[in-house]
């Protein structure tokens, strides 16, 4: 059996499942027929620590390749690592308050929005009206101009009548 670099690696981490194959022309491939991936692992219990696994490990069902390719962490890079997840989760946590806040004004901007438009359509239908009102306030005044001509038309020819008759009154005596 030749597991990926069972041969030359430590006691530490040979015992770890592979199920990965090298072939003699020197690709390694797993049981999937993938080339399996160098990455590095970032949970508390292996910070910084190199492994090579197959891409679809993640998935359902998926494949079991997996190997360690570096020694476990010492203590102190063990206590390093741990610290700096530790921070690492305090500001995703505090990203993922923002991400809610910033989540939280989008709707409220787009309900904004929504007032805006409805507020925008009530105007301009107040500003049609007021634009009918002044067409209208405009024909009636032009009528009460014309109606106060007729009246000073009127007072003008009743004080003519008037003068006319007091002076015909007043030659007879
Ligand atoms: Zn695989």
Known sequence: MSSYGSSSRSSSYSSQRSNIRTYPNGVAKCGCDQVPQVRTAWTKKNPGRKFIGCVNRNIPGGCDAFDWIEDEVC?????IGRT????LDEKEEKLKAIQAVNDTLKVNNKKMHEVIQKLTTSNNALLTKKQSDDVQIHALQNELYKYKSIGWILKFVFIVVCATWMYKVTKKY
């Open 84 to 87: 700096l997840l530790t921070r």
């Open 75 to 79: 203590d102190k890079g063990m206590q």
